[in-house]
């Protein structure tokens, strides 16, 4: 039967004590180059694993971090969601991290002794969760959401320039009858799509006209329902500008319903470059891709750095949207 190899082996075969092999084990700087090389060489000639148990409380750290999202509808049929969750787990898989997952609609906290540090999807809904690890002073990044108010680092999308570039690229076509659909304007993201919007109507001398803004949820049915209304009007919008890829399909959907060419005689954008939206329509939806993937990573390294004290101050980071052309937007000259 092998034996089972442990610090005190290490220790005898690198000729140190148990301290400086556990020093070295949780790579902490109070060891000399030296000591550092016997004791590596033994672990790789032993072939010892190190319990990671014992590491973690030898270092007074239990290596795990929290991620806080929003409870809504089909949250795991969610892009959005599943986009944070794959770019974070990602990430606290390379970090070495561990991650506890906790969805709340708000009512639930999250068990912040069990976390060195909490990562927020969003803070739409969990205000008070954010005062009370602020208050506590546990290492928080939000994503998402830009504060000013707020002693805490965010990542967020930068999408006042999207919805300006979206929409200022629809006037660069040749349309000065734009409609847009919004997202729910609860959201911070969708006050800063609209903003963009109605910002690039102003640059380019284009009336805002009251008909042509129509207020969704981010959501295919608010979409429709919101569409049916354009194509009512008396003079309708050449062009769309809708808050997501959801709705973006939603119009197209009723353009094709009502005897509307999709680009020939409405031209629509989206936002989110959403490939489980995308594949439902039969026209190729031109976007603004927003990076929610790298969103997540950026979040979970800088709140690693936080901990560990690499990181000081709070950190304002915003990510910029691509414009993804195809087939869903027309020159109208």
């Known amino acids: 039967m092998n034996k089972i190899i442990n610090i005190r082996d290490v220790a005898r075969e690198a000729g140190v004590s148990i301290a400086t092999v556990s020093r070295v084990m949780n790579k902490l700087p109070s060891v000399t180059r030296s000591n ?14 190190p319990n990671v148990s014992a590491q973690r409380l030898a270092s007074k750290r239990n290596n795990a971090i929290g991620l806080v999202i929003p409870r809504y509808a089909d949250i795991f049929h969610s892009f959005y969601a599943l986009q ?41 809904g969990n205000e008070e969760q954010v ?12 994503m998402n959401y830009l504060t000013k ?15 300006f570039t979206a929409t200022e690229y629809l006037i660069k076509l040749g349309h000065s009858r734009v409609a847009a659909i919004t997202g729910e304007l609860k959201s911070q993201v969708a006050i800063d799509r609209l903003d963009g919007y109605v910002k690039a109507l102003e640059k380019n001398n284009i009336e805002k006209k009251s008909d042509y803004v129509k207020y969704g949820d981010f959501g295919r049915d608010s979409a429709i329902k919101a569409t049916k209304e354009l194509l ?15 709705m973006a399909v939603g119009a197209i959907q009723v353009c094709m319903e ?8 409405m031209s629509v954008i989206g936002f989110d470059d959403n490939p489980l939206a995308l594949g439902f329509s039969p026209i190729a939806v031109t976007t603004m891709r927003q990076p929610l993937h790298e969103m ?19 950190k304002k980071i915003i990510l910029p949207a691509e414009l993804i052309e195809r087939n869903s937007c027309q020159s109208l000259t």
Do not use: M, W, Y
């Open 36 to 49: 550092k090389a016997r004791v590596e060489a033994a672990v790789k000639k032993l072939k010892f694993k």
């Open 84 to 124: 944070i969750l794959q770019g974070t787990g990602l990430a606290v898989e390379r970090l070495k991290l561990d991650l506890l997952l906790h969805i709340t609609s708000g009512e639930s906290f999250l068990n912040i002794s069990a976390v060195e540090g909490v990562l927020f999807s969003d803070i739409i």
């Open 131 to 142: 005062d009370t690890v602020l208050e506590k002073e546990v290492p928080c990044v939000i």
């Open 149 to 163: 108010d707020l002693p805490v680092s965010c990542v967020s999308i930068d999408n006042f320039n999207a919805a």
């Open 232 to 246: 009512k009007l008396k003079t309708c919008p050449t062009a769309i500008f809708a808050a997501s890829d959801e």
């Open 258 to 265: 009502s005897g509307v060419n999709v680009p020939r005689d």
């Open 296 to 314: 997540a990573t950026v979040a979970t390294e800088t709140l690693q750095k936080i901990i560990t004290g690499k990181s000081k101050g709070n």
